[in-house]
């Protein structure tokens, strides 16, 4: 499979320590050759607006930290849409309402793919910690897996 008609989207709050790890990964995944053709997205969240773009790429890879779990653990997930409802249309989604708003809207959702990071802090700070730090190569490596075919979810 090539990366042509790939979405990736690294999401969190940039402020928040390990909440970032997103961004961190996106940043990466951006200028990875084995992503050549993707698109490469950092958002803040998951936002109604994402559902179009969801439903025009052929794969969607969501990178984001998680609340629980040993700091730096990785699990990947497919993700199953669910039906939005009307509060749906808040500006936050998890990524099994945007898949929904996706095949709702616009009647595609293709293969989507959460990649989750076990945060070790979530408090106000602008580095990630020693174990993400240590896991953000992991999660590259595991995207470029998803992208390319030589991991499932």
């Known amino acids: 499979m090539t990366a042509a008609g790939v979405l990736v989207v690294g999401y969190g709050n940039s402020l928040r320590s390990d909440d970032r790890i997103g961004w ?4 990466l995944l951006a200028t990875d ?7 490469v997205l950092a ?8 559902a179009e773009d969801v439903s025009r790429a052929s794969l969607v890879v969501l990178v984001d930290a998680a609340a629980e779990g040993d700091p730096g653990s990785l699990l990947v997930r497919r993700v199953r849409p ?8 808040s ?3 998890d990524p099994e309402t945007l898949a929904g708003l996706a095949e709702v809207l616009y009647g ?12 070790g802090s ?32």
């Not at 961190?24 to 940043?27: L, Q, R, Y």
């Open 24 to 27: 961190h990964a996106a940043g």
């Open 33 to 39: 050759p084995r992503l050549a053709g993707a698109r």
């Open 43 to 50: 958002q803040h969240q998951l936002v109604p607006e994402l």
């Open 82 to 89: 669910r039906p939005p409802t009307p509060a749906t249309w």
């Open 91 to 93: 500006h936050h989604l």
């Open 108 to 119: 595609f959702v293709p293969p989507i793919v959460l990649v989750s990071v076990a945060a």
């Open 122 to 153: 979530l408090a106000e700070g602008d580095r990630l910690s020693v174990a993400l730090e240590q896991a953000l190569p992991e999660v590259v490596e595991v995207v470029a897996d998803v992208v390319t075919g030589q991991h499932r979810a």
